[in-house]
């Protein structure tokens, strides 16, 4: 019988995480389930086991990231799959929001991530196998959000970085995929996850109203459900030629039609300026 693949999940003890270390280990794969505090996790699942290997991680320290995924390949023996899922929503304009809560941002949603690819690539390089999904958002595709810029940054980048390692890390059969979730039903746009800025400048009208609607009226009104995402995110991991882009969720592809009209609208509108650059 075909051994079951090891997954490495961070931001495993809510939302999407969570709900993807539950299927998975449902399937029977095994699953080390990184966090910042193990116990919530260990409620919600249960204690090490021959398949379930919680880890309490801070994902902004590269030591600490390496030594959970050492410890993930000492108690499996492999890591095939890897889920860049932990990052958190930070609201405020550019302007307003001061440089630590800017950087804080960054130092989870991207650094974070690099920190995991660069303790793992060389697991997946040496046995020539494997697949990285970096969790994006439908924002690091449109940043068209006031008051959302920064986050929308950091997705971007996740993007970004991801188009990047696909082509790096493909002559190793290793895969990368960039997924850009919309709007899912779980606790990412409460109180106690979403940050909101320090210093508002109550002059941003947009960017106040955006908030508003993003904190009482799309939480907990989300049309996707977490469950079934995770359940897509396990089907593309099955597939031989898994994509580099994924929309995942009801919405996102309105999101895509918005934005190449625009590109196209502008390249189109501007096409003379552009040439004339010709020498």
Known sequence: METKKVWFVTGASKGLGLALVKKLLAKNYRVAAATRNTQSLISEIGEKSET?????????????????VLKTVEHFGQIDIIVNNAGY???GTLEELTDEEARANFDVNVFGT???????????????????????SIGGYSGNFPGWGIYCATKFAVAGLTESLAEEIKEFGVHATVVYP??????????????????????YETARNSEQAHLNEINGNQPNDPEKGA???????EVKNPPVHFLLGSGTSEFLDAKIKIITDD???WETLTVSTVI
């Open 89 to 91: 929503g930070q609201i």
């Open 52 to 68: 379930f290997l919680p880890l309490e991680l801070n994902l902004t320290d590269n030591e600490d990231v390496r030594k959970a």
């Open 231 to 237: 359940e897509a995110l396990i089907a593309l991991s």
């Open 267 to 269: 390249a189109q509108q």
């Open 182 to 203: 919309g709007y899912f039903r779980t606790d990412f746009l409460s109180k106690d996850s979403v940050k909101t800025p320090a210093n508002p400048i109550q002059a």
């Open 114 to 136: 690099l920190n995991v690819i660069r303790n793992t690539v060389p697991y997946l390089r040496e046995q020539k196998s494997g697949h990285i999904f970096n969790i994006s």
